[in-house]
């Protein structure tokens, strides 16, 4: 239904080139909003049935295959990440080869506005951390579920 409308701001709402009835438009308006939220809430619920890997989760991973004792296990799971913190707060970027590149990027201020409001807010700049998978990494989770794969 949203693809039939056609809004501009002389005309008013149209459909097909004809005049709609407020509450027709309105009804409408309802219905698209009901299968968008649906939409989302399908896609929420996935999200949550996603497995998530732990960092204890993989200190157990390192004692089971590995060898290591569990203490060794969480110490070498802390270092590693520390290591990447610690890189990261000193400005470098962090490459793991067939994994992926963590990254600084620096976020100038911008605009915002309050949606109550409408009053508009500057946003302060900020720099944040981004992670970018290798390509080595994207094709292996590209084959892990070949039916989630983006259509070309």
Wanted: glycine residues 6%; proline residues 5%.
């Amino acid at each position: 239904m949203p693809d039939l409308f056609i809004f501009t701001i002389r005309q008013g709402w149209k459909i097909n080139n004809n005049d709609v009835d407020s509450a027709v438009l309105q009804s409408a308006l309802a219905a698209d909003l009901h299968r968008a939220m649906q939409v989302a809430k399908v896609r929420q619920d996935a999200e949550k049935d996603l497995p998530t890997l732990t960092k204890a989760e993989l200190a157990e991973l390192l004692f089971e295959q590995v060898g290591l004792n569990k203490r060794e296990a969480k110490d070498m799971v802390e270092t590693f990440f520390d290591e990447i913190r610690n890189a990261l707060e000193r400005g470098e970027a962090v490459k793991l080869s067939g994994f992926g590149n963590f990254q600084l990027r620096d976020k100038p201020q911008r605009p915002g506005r309050n949606p109550k409001t409408g009053e508009e807010i500057p946003i302060t700049a900020r720099r944040v951390v981004t992670f970018h998978a290798s390509q080595k990494l994207k094709g292996m989770v590209e084959e892990s579920n070949p039916s989630m794969a983006r259509a070309a």
